[in-house]
């Protein structure tokens, strides 16, 4: 994650949190862009096609995966989440209010409709006329008529994933609601349970922002949501991540893993240095107020479209965002997702076709808040959602290389020494292992790697002739092909 991919508005605060923090950027940032996702939800979409009615909502999946108690994933996530805590504190506080004056409301009608009876009852025993009882009648209803619906609070985040409590919440929160997990293996753990495939499957359902849910149980009674727009964010741990990818990889693949479009895994920073400054207290203003604007935006006001029979108003790119939309998707469709051997790759990427214009849609929103742009999306906003995915492409290649087979995983940890130029240009297995380097501890281990490197066009075996002497033959040297160094 490097500066140019975060969106300006969030840019200073982003770097200011990663800097004190001394974490990678990928975590913070990826929890904001979620968040952002989740303020919008499901209020707007955009349509990528130039005429096509092909709707896409910018709701996000994302997942912070690194090692426990290393690269601060739980901190990094919590920055943000401080600041949809906040705003829906302050949803809460004029709830209260809004609860106190509907109560106030409800005193007042009951005395109005205890009036009316009142009345009805004498007008029927006095023997008045049927028309002067209809008068009093058309009171009464017009008075039960004007009873206001209850006030029902604003939540943009829950812990909470059950259906029925999901559900509730789908219908008081129109745009849809975050769900925060801080391990989120527990959550994809708690699916795979037969008993929990009905959640699952909700889930599933709500990732596309536009589903729908209907439950009937004799005890409850109907349970009903006509728009199910779901947001998720958490950590992973990649141990954890590794088993439940093997699952995946054994006829129990359902594309969830493949709807965690916004999965990071970043490397471990190479330097650390102790950091005591004082946090950028506007710009976390800024942000703030970004995700106040967003959820409070009318976004027909700012450019989107809103037939007749649309659910919802909608965006579409402008002319030069449309032509980088036409490019990067023919690209994607007719070159990556056919270039691609690993199964489970080729189905992450098939969901880039949604990803990119959900973030194009997201970068533009954010611009829109921040008083820069109206109207279509821009090319601008497309050029960095392609810069996205072609970062978080990179991501998802890390993340499947661990349901390779012992061997090709070995290769990776070898190809990442190498991109770092920690070996020499000509070695050994002997000098690989002396590193001491997780998965590459074993002369085996190193071997095979190397083996597979060869096949990549990554590596050359030099065999050395033995002494004459005799003795143990010398080991062949690895060369790394000049084009990586």
Known sequence: MTDDLMPEPLRKWLSDVTYRMQTPADFATISAIVVMASAIGSGCAIRPKSVDDWEVIPNMWGAAIGRPSVVLKTPSMQEVMCLIDRLQAKYGDEFTQQQMLHEADTFILEAKVTDVESRIKKAAKQGLSTQELDILKQEYADIKQSHADRPTRRLFKTNETSTQSMTVLQNQNDR??????????????????????????????????????????????????????????????????????????????????????????????????????????????????????????????????????????????????????????????????????NPLMAEHLGKFRSLMPSLALIFHCIDVADGRVMGPVTEKSARLAVAWCDYLESHAKRIYTTTYRPEHQAAVHLSVKIRGKQLSSRFTTRDVVRKGWHGLKARQEVEAACDVLIEEDWLRMEVKLQSTSGGRPPLPDYIINPLLI
């Open 176 to 341: 849809g609601v975050l769900v925060f997990r801080d391990e989120l293996t527990a959550l994809l753990v708690r699916w795979d349970r037969e008993d929990h495939a009905d959640e699952r499957a909700y889930f599933l359902e709500g990732w596309n922002g536009n589903g729908s849910f209907t439950d009937m149980k004799i005890g409850r009674g109907l349970t009903e949501a006509k728009n199910i727009c779901i947001s998720l964010l958490g950590g992973i741990q990649p141990d954890k991540l590794k088993r439940y990818l093997s699952q995946a990889t054994k006829g129990n693949n359902d594309g969830l893993m493949q709807r965690l479009q916004l999965a990071v895994w970043p490397d471990v920073p190479d330097k650390w240095e102790l950091v005591d400054s004082v946090p950028d207290k506007v710009e976390k203003e800024r942000v703030y107020a970004l995700i106040g604007n967003l959820a409070e935006l009318d976004f027909q006001q700012v450019g989107a479209i809103q037939g007749e029979y649309d659910d919802r108003p909608y965006f579409r790119f402008d002319s030069e965002g449309q032509k980088v939309f036409n490019h990067w998707l023919t690209n994607l469709q007719t070159v990556k997702i056919k270039m691609e051997d």
